[in-house]
């Protein structure tokens, strides 16, 4: 059967010509290329990312590569890029183990290597440069190892709530929990929670330069067992924030922000918390329900810091909370005023 040729230059089964045909699959082709391309850098991204944003006060920015992106609650986060905050801005830094960094103000920090082990007990393995300000961390106990590195000094840290400052040659290390070891070209000394580390530089004594640290900010919830509410209700959980001498527990009258850490996103604490001139403040918690059932009982541990560099020398403090789902005996019943009838 012959084709039949039509104005379109298409033949009748709907082909094209032989030489339209050519000219028709290189952009085609192309497309099909960049799409790929896109795609696959989506991928390779995906890989990447080892973190996200939260939690920005004033001007934060990422440097990626050859550009520079404004921080955004929720970013995602690759090895290799630099956080960089700014005069009074301040960034919360999760990553995918649970650590979380809280960098302060004009800070310059990168994200070198942040991998997952790839055999073994699933363990992630951080590499992290503070080049240049000041950052507290919580660092998941027994799910990590990471090594800070500093223009200074090196510190490894295991399991632990710690501060750092690294400015003009030299590195303060303020340690709360858990365990810290500290390198510089003469000697490596290892932290001990309550201690700091004052003006380490790249040579010399570190262990010299080690004292108590003398103050410490404490948490105490009203109540450390709760119950989630209903679904659809919300139930107020107030805490006390209090500014103490180490050495002999009293109050110490100081005034400052405090940033507050908790890995649950059912419990909120307000924005804006602060110390009032006595060293102490009251809070509330917002506790909210599930969505859906079959939620199981947890301990929640919840972290108080003095939110800034100038507070390096108070230790922060944490508390438990043991939060229960609601049981069947627990659930209080709804009856329709007009039909009785019991509703869920």
């Known amino acids: 059967m012959q084709s039949v040729k039509i ?21 085609f082709t192309l497309l099909i290329f960049i799409l790929m391309f896109v795609f696959a850098s989506d991928s390779v991204q995906a890989i990447d990312a080892v973190a ?9 920015e990422i440097k990626r590569k050859n550009s520079t992106i404004a921080a955004r609650s929720g970013l995602i986060l690759n090895d290799k890029d630099i956080v960089i905050t700014y005069r009074r801005s301040k960034v919360t830094i999760i990553f995918r183990d649970g650590s979380e960094i809280r960098l302060f103000p004009n800070t310059r920090f990168i994200i070198e290597k942040s991998e997952e082990t790839k055999s073994g007990a699933r363990k992630f393995l951080h590499n992290f440069k503070l080049k240049l300000g000041s950052f507290w961390g919580k660092f998941t106990r027994k799910r990590q190892e990471t090594v800070i590195n500093t223009p200074t000094a090196t510190a490894g840290i295991k399991g632990t709530t ?30 001990k929670p309550g201690q700091q580390a004052k003006g380490v ?17 404490t948490i105490k919830a009203d109540k450390n067992q709760v119950t989630y509410p209903e679904k659809g209700e919300e139930e107020e959980l107030y805490f006390t924030l209090q500014l103490v001498d180490t050495r002999t527990n009293e109050n110490v009258g100081r005034a400052g922000d405090v940033y507050i850490s908790i890995s649950n996103d059912k419990i909120e604490f307000a924005e804006g918390i602060s110390l ?13 329900s599930f969505d859906e059932p079959g939620q199981k009982e947890e301990a929640v541990e919840i972290f108080a810091l003095m939110d800034g560099e100038e507070f390096l020398d108070t230790g922060s403090g944490s508390t438990m909370l043991i939060v229960r789902p609601v049981s069947e005996q627990q659930r209080k019943l709804k009856i329709d005023a007009k039909s009785g009838q019991v509703q869920d």
């Open 162 to 191: 710690v501060a750092f400052k690294e400015r003009n040659g030299r590195m303060d290390v303020s340690l709360s929990s858990g365990s810290v070891e500290i390198k510089n070209q003469q000697e490596t000394v290892l932290l």
């Open 7 to 27: 104005d379109s230059g298409w033949n009748f089964r709907g082909e094209a010509p032989e030489n339209d045909m050519k000219r028709f699959k290189r952009p």
């Open 52 to 60: 996200s944003i939260k939690n920005i006060k004033g001007q934060v």
């Open 276 to 288: 009032n001139a006595r060293g102490y403040a009251r809070i509330k918690a917002v506790i909210k």
């Open 201 to 217: 530089t790249s040579s010399g004594s570190i262990s010299t330069k080690i004292e108590n640290l003398p103050l410490k900010i």
